[in-house]
């Protein structure tokens, strides 16, 4: 018998209970466990076997470890069909989070029975394949075709009722899992109900299959996985036969298997994951928190504010003048309210939250019992050395004192106290009460506890923390300068900015960066081109001019209806603004340029080379630690396209070799070109950023 799985017989019950923490995952020993737990009961004479899970959860899944890697049978396919075909009565009690193959088993049992705690999902499409273990064929069964589709394509956790209205569960009860499912077992014998096979229920009804194939490739910009599992469902309504769906299913799933897209998904699992666990922290306990301090209420410090009021904690937020203060307390009640209106809080909560947990103030000494303070004003170093050395004279000792730049030298902002140790970059990312991303900064100076104090305090407020060193833009915004910067070349070669926009669409970005820059503003451009002019241009940058006569005609981008595009309120998106071609094409002639044509596959290959190149140095410099803090600060923070796995995923699963002559090649034909991070040698000769191409 497997260690994962215990079999005990009580009277006419065989009990298969599950052991596998942290998720009880379904990976061999389980599932060797479950298939001789099924024969042993057969063949001592039980009359029903109970499936369910110790600790925390029912199965949450296959175990994704094993994807890429040599299958071993049992296969999870074959298990649900033994598990169905068993002349027994088979029952799943679900606590917890019954996902992928878990929900899959329970679907192959003939009753199911479920706490109202519990989840149930089939979110394999977010891992770029499908339900394999005959999920596309026995939900729709139970379910109809329209209901299971919407669970299969979207991988929607649904709670327990929900499940119960839908017919996914037969029973919902408060209790222990074994107990409820004990007593449903025991029910289902006295009453002598019969066994349940989902398999030979009726093919369900069919729908308009290709309009949701279609939507689904929409709504997936790119990904591919819940298209085809459109077609898995229709093969459950269409198929001659049972056997012949799971077939087709089969069939599907492998396909997607071997995709491009599993890995970068599968990889985009585990590097979120693994992404806030540093070694360096391991036995390091945080500072205790409980009041925030913020410093600055615009949009930033708001949202800020906002993040930090939604995870229960208690914000005082100090702003210049009392007119600042209403306007910052505004601006937070109208985030809150947000939150309401998307369910998230209670209208009682919000009420709460603003009578009770925000205070507002303009001295400093308001902070004095602060246990941490985050700064978010202006970006001028004078500026912050100012408020620091100020927060340095109010703060009580221990308080940790966070910086939101999002570029200057921290080192430097830290010797504007007298507790550098204490001192560390927290940057959030607009709208901070939305963005998932924090990058946790941390500099030369900053003790670890502060350090774990950061990640904590990420934790708390839900957001996937990234530790980053102290450089010009950190993980995030340096590496984006460049690429940023590699299509305003593109852009005076010849490219337009709507053909580069769509390129990158095409590739899976959520948007082009010209849109991206219309929606951030085009001023802020503006201001920092005006800047880099004042300290004399880095001389790998080219200047131009085309993006300044937009501003100075007052065009910033969608506040202002017009920039790149044109936008129509009320309308999504813009159209392209057709006064800034002959910008561009007046800024050719000037610096005596001749225009070339870039193919699409030209533009995004070079965009994100420059991008990995950008990466590595960044990871050669410490700056990030690992590959995969890149991966997820562009995934986070940046729109990378998910199904890619984030840049240095993309580089490996595109060929490292390959990209890294594409950069000598580049930077010798383009004297504006990067040089090759001296880390991808050391790469490419590795095999790769990533030692295990599963994860
Ligand atoms: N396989 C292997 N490991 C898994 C796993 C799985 N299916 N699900 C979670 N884990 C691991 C995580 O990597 C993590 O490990 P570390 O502690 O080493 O980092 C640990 O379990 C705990 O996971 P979380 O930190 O995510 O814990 P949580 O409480 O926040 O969330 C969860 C729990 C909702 C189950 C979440 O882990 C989750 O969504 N897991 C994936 C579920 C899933 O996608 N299942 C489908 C699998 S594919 C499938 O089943 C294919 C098929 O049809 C044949």
């Known amino acids: 018998m497997s260690q994962a799985v215990e079999y005990e017989k009580l009277g006419e019950i065989a009990i298969l209970a599950t052991n596998n923490p942290p998720v009880n995952a379904l990976g061999i020993d389980v599932r060797n466990g479950l298939w001789a737990g099924i024969e042993r009961a057969e063949s001592e004479g039980a009359r029903a076997v109970l499936i369910y899970g110790e ?3 029912f199965f949450a899944g296959a175990d994704i470890r094993e994807f890429g890697k040599p299958p071993q049978d049992p296969l999870l396919p074959a298990l649900c069909d033994r ?16 996902l992928g193959g878990g929900l899959e088993i329970a679907l192959s049992c003939h ?3 479920a706490v109202p705690s519990a989840k149930v999902g089939l979110p394999e499409v977010n891992l770029g394949i499908l339900p394999g273990a005959g999920g596309t064929q026995r939900l729709p069964r139970l379910t109809g075709a329209r209901a299971a589709l919407d669970m299969i394509t979207t991988g929607r956790h649904i709670p327990a009722p929900e499940a119960l209205e839908l017919g996914v569960l037969d029973r919902v009860l408060d209790g222990d899992p074994r107990q409820i499912g004990l007593e449903f077992a ?8 019969p066994r349940r096979p989902i398999c030979e229920l009726p093919a369900p009804e069919g729908i308009d299959f290709d309009a949701a194939y279609d939507t689904a490739l929409r709504k997936g910009r790119g990904q591919l996985s819940p298209a085809v599992a459109v077609r898995a469902v229709q093969a459950a309504c269409e198929a001659k036969s049972f056997a012949d769906g799971l077939a087709r ?8 298997l071997a995709s491009d897209q599993r890995k970068g998904l599968i990889h985009a699992f585990f590097a979120e994951r693994a992404v806030s666990k540093l070694p360096e922290l391991k036995d390091i306990a945080p500072r205790d928190l409980h009041q925030i301090g913020v410093i600055g209420g615009g949009t930033m410090g708001a949202g800020i504010a906002t993040s930090v009021l939604l995870a229960g904690l208690s914000v005082t937020l100090i702003e210049m003048s009392q007119d600042a203060v209403h306007a910052a307390r505004d601006r937070i009640a109208a985030n809150l309210s947000g939150a309401v209106k998307r369910g998230k809080l209670s209208q009682k909560e919000h009420d709460e939250i603003l009578s009770n947990r925000l205070g507002l103030a303009t001295e400093y000494s308001a902070l004095g019992t602060a246990d941490l ?9 004078d500026v912050k050395k100012q408020v620091f050395s100020q927060l340095d004279d109010v703060c009580k000792s221990g308080a940790v004192l966070a910086t939101n730049t999002s570029y200057l030298d921290i080192n430097e902002i830290a010797q504007a106290t007298r507790r550098p140790g204490d001192v560390i970059g927290l ?3 607009s709208p901070a009460h939305v963005m998932k991303l924090l990058e946790i900064v941390v500099a030369d100076q900053t003790t670890l506890d502060v350090v774990a104090t950061g990640f904590a305090l990420g934790r708390r407020l839900r957001k996937v923390s990234v530790r980053a060193g102290v450089c010009d833009g950190f993980i995030g915004n340096r590496i984006l300068n460049t690429y940023r910067t590699c299509a305003d070349h593109m852009v005076l070669d010849g490219a337009s900015p709507y053909q580069i926009d769509n390129a990158l669409t095409e590739f899976g970005f959520a948007m082009g960066p010209f849109a991206v820059s219309d929606l951030a503003g085009l001023d802020i451009g503006w201001a920092a081109r005006k800047r880099k002019r004042a300290a004399g241009f880095d001389s790998g940058v080219r200047d131009s001019s085309y993006a300044d006569k937009l501003c100075e005609a007052g065009h910033f981008g969608q506040k202002t209806g017009k920039g790149y595009y044109i936008y129509e309120p009320g309308k999504r998106g813009g159209v392209p603004n057709p006064d800034v071609m002959p910008l561009i094409e007046a800024d050719r002639v000037a610096q005596d340029l001749t225009p070339r044509v870039f193919s699409d596959k030209e533009i995004v290959r070079r965009y994100m080379v420059a991008m990995v190149n950008e990466a590595a140095k960044v990871v050669g410099e410490g700056i990030a630690h690992r590959p995969l803090d890149v991966d ?12 890619w796995g984030g840049p240095l995923k993309w580089a490996d699963i595109q060929g490292l070799p390959q990209i890294l002559s594409d950069i000598r090649r580049w930077s010798q034909e383009d004297p504006y070109f990067w040089k090759p991070a001296p880390l991808l040698e050391e790469l490419v000769a590795k095999g790769g950023c990533f030692e295990d191409l599963n994860t």
């Open 249 to 256: 299913e089969r069939q599907l799933f492998h396909d997607l």
């Open 373 to 381: 303070v985050i700064e978010a004003v202006f970006e001028d170093m």
């Open 111 to 113: 009753y199911r029975i």
């Open 186 to 193: 025991t029910e289902l014998l006295q009453s002598n109900a």
């Open 83 to 98: 598990i169905e075909a068993s002349p027994l009565l088979v029952i799943a009690a679900l606590h917890g989070t019954a």
């Open 55 to 57: 600790g925390r959860t």
């Open 632 to 643: 997820v600060v562009l995934l986070y923070g940046y729109g990378f396209p998910r199904f």
């Open 427 to 429: 940057h959030f990312f």
